[in-house]
């Protein structure tokens, strides 16, 4: 792949069959700098800065806390979680569930399952041993490029991983999740606020300027019915 620089970016001189939305993507990754922090810090992707500022400011991942990571691959956010609550040294714990599989990473112990699966939640509270403390949320469909559907799924996905949340978190607990911007996020957050104390949007700086993204961060969760298993 040949490069030239530009002002200090990188740009990419030849598509040699690419699209241009392709092309687009790979020149704004060679340029991103969370995407060159991430690389130097052995984090798996950008995403883990998005955590960890959003972390810094919300102080969600507490030594000792047990940590629900949902669609974790690649791993980034389940890295993050596990230095926090410090898993490595049997502190805190953090599971991680995906369809995909995942490469091994230190203090993070992973199941491979669809969480929209019926079983999965008795699963995960049997692997725990009790209820959990954070649930995460970071995950996407696919795109289909057109903007009104990919948020419809985006929303229908983070509603399904939010009732997830409700069955396994103890008291107190909380819930970050990955949404987009396009209009029906008011009906999630007027649901998540009849079980949690408080309810709002943030936006990490690791999240593109240009981009839709947001996140919708619960605390104080209010246990209307008992989690699977209550330590």
């Known amino acids: ?20 939305s392709s092309q687009r993507w790979l020149e704004r990754q060679l340029n991103d700098p969370y ?41 980034g956010w389940s890295q993050v979680a596990a230095e926090r609550v410090r898993a490595a040294e049997h502190k805190g714990r953090v599971l991680a569930i995906d369809r995909l599989e995942l490469a091994p990473i230190r203090g993070v112990e992973f199941l491979r399952l669809d969480f929209l699966d019926p079983q999965a939640p008795e699963r995960l509270a049997a692997m725990l041993g009790g209820p959990a403390d954070l649930v995460l949320c970071d995950m996407a469909e696919n795109a289909t490029g057109h903007r009104k559907t990919d948020h419809l799924k985006i929303m229908a996905l983070v509603e399904a991983a939010a009732d997830f949340a409700r069955q396994v978190l103890a008291p107190g607990g909380g819930f970050l999740a990955k949404v987009i911007q396009g209009g029906t996020e008011s009906a999630l957050l007027a649901a998540l606020k009849r079980d949690f104390q408080s309810v709002k949007h943030v936006k990490p700086p690791a999240s593109r300027a240009d981009s839709a993204e947001l996140y919708v961060l619960a605390t104080g969760f209010r246990a209307s019915r008992p989690a699977l298993i209550r330590s």
């Open 35 to 75: 995407v060159r922090k991430a690389k130097r810090a052995g984090y798996r992707s950008r995403a883990a800065y998005k955590l960890i500022e959003l972390d810094d400011k919300h102080r969600l991942l507490r030594p000792g806390a047990q940590v629900v990571d949902l669609g974790a691959a690649p791993g």
């Open 1 to 20: 792949m040949s490069r030239e620089p530009a002002r200090g970016r990188t740009r990419i001189r030849s598509a040699r069959g690419r699209t241009l």
